[in-house]
């Protein structure tokens, strides 16, 4: 096991490029314990909130409290506060709409959604989960952001649509595609890990890393020889999605066993 490999075993190491969002958890987190006002955070994807997890655990008297909109969310807003205090939903200041579009003659994806709503210039901290229930579609964004969405967003792909403000009672159920699956890598490479997930040969992970085609947490990552680690989310175009759920050890071989969770595209 390198040095590299076995601090990325540590729930609570943290990388380089993930110190700006440390620095504003931690100004949110001290802003909280001097004023004694709760504050809001933006989305925060499951890495961003095992951080700030492991923030809060330094104060005793503070305590964060998370909502996305329904139970499950994997995207969810978090309000930082004392711990006496007990938010109720409308303080998450999150709204829900459902994606009116021509079903009979068109299908919508979800990367067809990311890809209009990140078009229309809404940051992708400002909305939260996409969901269906394998027809109709739903998203979840700031809720001062509704109107701006609603004008700026009429097409999806080759499609017109309209966007339809719902109430949290109008709720879709989820369809759940995904499989939890236990791997074994050589190594934690980005690389080794999407090789194994979807049965690819190294070169040809490692060729999807270098081109682009693979996002860390939402992030594109060119270096195939980065690691990952505990809720680290790898999306891969054309392949789907793997989130690392837990690291379980190593096997007699030798090998690391991950408890992942896999999205086939």
Known sequence: MTDKENVSLKSGYFRPEEKPFIDKMSDLLLRTQTMYIPQLTDFLNLREQLILNNLVNKYDDLYVHYFGGFEGAERVRGIIAPDYFVPKKSDFKISVFEIRYPEKFASLHHG??????????????????????????????????????????????????????????????????????????????????????????????????????????????????????????????????????????????????????????
Do not use: C
Request: net charge neutral; no cysteine; aromatic share 10%.
């Open 112 to 265: 067809q959604i990311l890809g209009a709503l990140t078009g229309s210039g809404v940051e992708r901290d400002h909305f939260g989960d996409i969901i269906t229930d394998g027809e109709n579609w739903q998203f979840f964004v700031f809720d001062q952001m509704g109107d701006f969405i609603s004008e700026q967003v009429q097409k999806i792909g080759p499609y017109k649509v309209h966007l339809s403000e719902k109430n949290f009672k109008e709720l879709l159920l989820p369809k759940d595609d995904s499989h939890d699956e236990v791997i074994n890598v050589h190594s934690l490479r980005i690389d080794t890990v999407v090789a194994t997930a979807y049965d690819l040969s190294r070169q040809t992970a490692k060729t999807l890393v270098e081109h682009g085609k693979v996002q860390m947490n939402w992030v594109v990552n060119k270096n195939a020889s980065s690691f990952i680690t505990i809720n680290d989310t790898l999306s891969v175009r054309g392949y789907g999605r793997v989130r690392v759920n837990d690291v379980m050890g190593k096997s007699k071989g030798n090998k690391y066993i991950l408890f992942v969770n896999i999205i086939n595209k």
